[in-house]
């Protein structure tokens, strides 16, 4: 990574300094780990490595969506290739590990590479719904189509396989259609194992980033009204104003929550006061997984997936003759 790459050319920049940093072996630390949502820091790797693994989170760890839609009924106000498209785009809770690839051209799917669902429903009126009603939730029954509607259709021996699985929509509520009486969807639908490369509806996360470690650094002691101006220049909780001997005195407390405005530049009085960089071997990535897998296990499979091309790159390399 050259200095060119890393927007870290403020006045006061020590390259030396933090190339003593990128030196520091690598390691991974767990920030943060909810449901969805996953924060952790990987620390002494390359530029080229965190982009690598950003991009298999984006495209390249399978997951299981629909593929197929065979409508026996629609008559809906949603247009048929609409519906297939919305019931492609509905995260499916499944394991992907579970399943095989089906094979390209192959019409029928088998137990071990294919889910099946089904949607079958049909709006009618309420006969209970007071006369004077407007309220379609009062006067209609199923007249909203929602995930929770799709049931799993075992193929073959699929129960004795799963037995104790759940396979269903990640979320009950996500909206599909609106029926009116008389109106209904029957349809059936096909899950396949599939990578966000070759279709988004596979890409496991909803969100997955990263982005360099701010590094503050204040020169001088920013002290009285300068210290209160410096707080505000950043983010909540990036600066603290202490009060030392009668003195405020400001510190930074937490670089981290930096969004990196560089607001302090616009202020004569403090911008040769304050050296902003950004530590350039240390990555903080976020993930955000659509509930199909834990971001923690997404993150394991994309490691899997990343040394997996590794070994394969120096496989040809063995192979390919020496001049």
């Known amino acids: 990574v050259h200095t060119t790459d890393f927007p870290g050319n403020y006045p006061g920049y020590d390259d030396a300094w933090d190339q003593q940093r990128f030196e520091e072996g690598f390691r991974v630390d767990v920030v943060r780990e909810e449901e969805d949502a996953l924060e952790f820091d990987m620390v002494g790797i390359d530029a080229a490595i965190a982009n690598a693994f950003r991009r298999i989170l984006l495209a390249e760890v399978p997951t299981m969506a629909v593929e197929k839609v065979f409508v026996y009924n629609n008559t809906s106000i949603v247009q048929d290739e609409i519906l297939a498209h919305r019931l492609g785009l509905i995260p499916i809770r499944a394991d992907p590990r579970l399943f095989e690839y089906r094979n390209q051209g192959d019409e029928e799917g088998t137990e071990i590479d294919t889910l099946q669902f089904q949607l079958k429903i049909k709006c009618s009126r309420n006969p209970q719904a007071a006369k004077e009603s407007s309220d379609p939730n009062e006067l209609y029954i199923n007249h909203k189509v929602y995930s929770k509607h799709m049931t799993w259709v075992p193929l073959g021996n699929q129960p004795d396989l799963f037995p104790d699985a759940d396979f269903r929509p990640v979320h009950d ?151």
Do not use: W
């Open 173 to 323: 509520d996500i909206l599909i259609a609106q029926l009116r009486p008389g109106q209904e969807i029957d349809v059936l639908m096909h899950c396949v194992k599939g990578i966000g490369k070759d279709h988004a509806k596979f890409s496991p996360v909803a969100t997955a980033s990263y982005r360099l470690l701010p590094d503050i650094t204040l020169l001088q002691p920013v002290e009285d009204e300068a210290a209160e101006l410096l707080q505000k220049c950043f983010s909540p909780g990036v600066i603290e104003v202490q009060n030392i001997k009668g003195k405020k005195v400001a510190r930074v407390a937490n670089a981290r929550l930096d969004t990196f405005s560089r607001e302090v530049f616009r202020h004569e009085s403090l911008k040769n006061l304050v050296r902003l960089a950004r530590v350039r071997n240390h990555y903080i990535f976020s993930v955000e997984s659509t509930g199909i897998l834990p971001p923690d296990v997404l993150v394991s499979e994309a490691i899997k997936i990343l040394m997996g091309k590794c070994q394969r790159f120096l496989n040809e390399l063995d192979s390919v003759p020496m001049e």
